[in-house]
């Protein structure tokens, strides 16, 4: 299984760290890097609505940034066209 990364947040001071899902797993106590209180992790069943949103949410623009690169093909800028459109009636002179 992969392990991930993601961000707690410190339930005395509310600050922010990165813990890995494994730790999580193992219900380890991880120190806060502010406040240096234990704090003790445990798996939630039931991941909060926000955070779910949030993954979902990054799946997603992963996804539609990939779109965006394989639906890149030569695309015509319509600047470039209005230039190349005044180089042209100059050529014809
Ligand atoms: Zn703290």
Known sequence: MKDLEIEIHCPHCDSGMNVMLSQIAREETVHCHSCKKPIHMKPDPKP???????????????????KKITDAPAKPEPDRDNSIGNNKSHQNL
Request: charged share 35%.
């Open 48 to 66: 909060s609505q926000e955070e779910k949103i949030r993954v979902i949410k990054s799946l997603e623009d992963i996804n539609l940034s990939m």
